[in-house]
């Protein structure tokens, strides 16, 4: 079965800092891969996805994320820090057309500060 | 547009009395439903996942069971709440586009 490990519970970066989550992934298939954000008391919100297609994923709020299969990595980042991107980053993974298997990892908290 | 509430936001009950949660799907039709919990400062944990009427899986034995009456409803329950049972629970539906929506949530804290 796929499984996610996101290195890193907590991060922390400077206002204007490069910030880099990183994520491995555990697939038998070639995988579906995605990260989401989550602020206090608030659900999931997805920030990207890859499917197919272009390695490298754009997503919201100036985030992106590379897929390297030979890496077997999906590594969120952001050129510049903004102090609302403080919360906390779930990486997941799920195999091809089988969705109602999505494996999520631990996630990892950012903290940005001033 | 397709959109999912849960409700309540936050609920504080008593060890032993029962729970429901419930979750509803606007917007689409047969989605496949899940039940997450997140307890504190720990990831997410896959509960229940539904793809129709009645037809629900379990990940984990636990105090908790799900239901389905109808395509767009989804609800947790228990007939007797554990202190362990404290959590975060999140619901979500996917159709077909390998990927989750997610609820708002419900904070759970049994007393």
């Known amino acids: 079965a796929q499984s996610v490990t996101q290195l890193g519970s907590h991060v922390s970066v400077s206002e204007g800092a490069l910030v880099l989550l990183r994520c491995n992934y555990s697939s038998s298939v070639p995988p579906y891969l995605f990260w989401y954000v989550q602020y206090p008391n608030q659900g999931l919100q997805l920030l990207l996805k890859?499917?197919?297609?272009?390695?490298l994923v754009k997503g919201i709020n100036g985030f992106e994320a590379e897929f390297k299969k030979s890496e077997t990595s999906f590594h969120l980042t952001k050129p510049s820090a903004h102090m609302s991107d403080a919360a906390e980053y779930f990486c997941?993974?799920?195999?091809?057309?089988?969705?109602?298997?999505?494996?999520f990892g631990a996630g990892t908290r950012l903290t940005v500060k001033p | 547009s397709q959109t999912i509430h849960q409700w309540p936001a936050t609920l504080v009950q008593p060890v032993g009395s029962p729970l429901s949660l419930e979750c509803t799907v606007e917007g689409t039709s047969n989605p496949n439903l899940y039940w997450y919990r997140q307890a504190a400062g720990r990831g997410l944990q896959l509960l229940f996942y539904s793809i129709g009427i009645d037809q629900i899986s379990s990940e984990v034995p636990q105090n908790l069971s799900a239901s389905r009456p109808q395509d767009r409803q989804f609800i947790l329950s228990s007939k007797k709440l554990l202190l362990s049972d404290s959590g975060f629970y999140l619901c979500?539906?996917?159709?077909?586009?390998?990927?989750?929506?997610f609820g708002s949530g419900t904070r759970l804290t049994v007393v």
């Open positions: 997941a993974v799920s195999e091809i057309f089988n969705n109602n298997d999505m494996r």
């Open positions: 979500a539906w996917s159709v077909r586009d390998y990927g989750y929506t």
């Open positions: 890859y499917t197919t297609g272009a390695t």
